[in-house]
C-alpha cells in the first residue's frame, strides 16, 4: 500500500565501525512509528537512508508509492534549511512554489496550515527574529505544507523546551488524524515516543537492531490528561524497562 514503509536487511559501516547490521522495519501505511534508542545507534543514518541522503552498503529501503513531493523529512538540523532572505509565510510556502502551485491555492494552504498550528508566528517576519522553538514550528509548518504521504522526523522536538514541544506534538497529531500520513520519528525522550506514536521500537546499540516492540492503544487525541494517565505511564514503562536492558543503566 502506498505509504507503506519496508526495510529488508539493511547494511551500513562507516570506516569499520558497523551501523546497521541488516536492520529490518516495516511501518504500515497511515500509521505513526516512533525509534526508541541509545545516542549513537545509528537512527540519524538510518533516516538519512530512508529519505534518499545517504546510500546504505545493502539491502532494501522501500516507501511504497514514493513521491518525493509527497515525502517530508524534518533534521535536527533544522535552522540550516530556513532561507534568511525570505519572509516566514515565504519560507513556509516555499515547497508549494516550487511544485508550481497557483498563488491562490498556495495562500489557502498557508492559510489552513497557520490555523492548524494556532501559530502567533508573524508571517511578514523572516526565520532569524525568531526563537529556536518558533524555528522549528515554522520548519514543520513548511515540512507538511504539500500534504506529505510519508513524513520521517528526526530529534524534531530536542531543541524545544516543554511546552513548545508538547505543543508541537499536538499539532502533529491533529494533523495526523486529519490527513493520516505515515509518520515515522526518531526520539531520545521516552515521553515524546509514548505521546506521539501508535507503536514505539526500541533499538539496540550498534549494530542497530529492533530489541523490542511496544504497542500503544492510547486513543487520540493524547492531551495533558493523557499524559498524566496510568495507562500513558505503564506504557512508559515498558519503553524504559526494554531501554534498560539495552544500556546497563
Known sequence: MNGTIEVQNLKKHIGEKVILGGFDLVVPSGSIVALFGPNGCGKTTFMQILSRLVMADSGQSIIHGFNKRKFSYIS??????????????????????????????????????????????????????????????????????????????DEAFSALDYENGLRLRMHLQTYWMKYHPTILAITHNPEEAVHLAERILVLSKNPMRVIASVDNTLPYPRTIDTIKSELFHKVKDQVLSAFVRVTHV
Open 76 to 153: 535536527q538540523q533544522y535552522r540550516e534549511t530556513l532561507l534568511p532572505w525570505k519572509t516566514n509565510l515565504e519560507n513556509i510556502a516555499f515547497p508549494l512554489v516550487l511544485a508550481g502551485e497557483d498563488q491562490e491555492i498556495i495562500k489557502k494552504k498557508v492559510s489552513e496550515i497557520v490555523e492548524l498550528f494556532e501559530s502567533p508566528i508573524p508571517m511578514n517576519g523572516y526565520p532569524y527574529q525568531l526563537s529556536g522553538g518558533e524555528q522549528q514550528i515554522l520548519v514543520c509548518m513548511r515540512a507538511l505544507i504539500t500534504r506529505p504521504e510519508v513524513i520521517c522526523i
